[in-house]
Nanobody, 130 residues
Framework: QVHLVESGGGSVQAGGSLRLSCDAS????????MGWFRHAPGKERERVAS???????????DYADSVKGRFTISQGNAANTLYLQMDNLKPEDTAMYYC????????????????????WGQGTQVTVTS
């Protein structure tokens, strides 16, 4: 059974940094997507960043325009660990952040929608104060 657990959230001042981690137990990376989404009160859930693995090798990464140049998605040394490095945080980044993973996907174009993902963590809260 796949189980995703996020950590690393917290409260930080604007301009600060946080690194979120996601441990994916029971998950096998072959050709899949993993990603980070966020959901703020009163707003729709938003894909923040995604990474496509092709034959277990890191392939394409993709970011929402709102975080390009500030956030970096990466795979940890432990294959089933996913990171989201968040720099130059802004108050509008405040949200619950969720890790997500998919079953087999044939292309990175299938990593963009929440419906592309099959497994979800419980989320970690990020609060950015001005």
């Amino acid at each position: 059974q796949v189980h995703l657990v996020e950590s690393g959230g917290g409260s930080v001042q604007a301009g600060g940094s946080l690194r979120l981690s996601c441990d994916a137990s029971g998950y096998t990376i072959t050709s899949n997507c993993m990603g980070w989404f966020r959901h703020a009160p009163g707003k729709e859930r938003e894909r923040v960043a995604s990474i496509y693995f092709m034959y277990s090798i890191v392939g394409t990464t993709d970011y929402a325009d709102s975080v390009k140049g500030r956030f970096t998605i990466s795979q940890g040394n432990a294959a089933n660990t996913l990171y989201l490095q968040m720099d130059n945080l802004k108050p509008e980044d405040t949200a619950m952040y969720y890790c997500a993973a998919s079953q087999y996907r044939s292309s990175p174009g299938q990593c963009r929608q929440a419906s592309d993902y099959d497994y979800w963590g419980q989320g970690t809260q990020v609060t950015v104060t001005s």
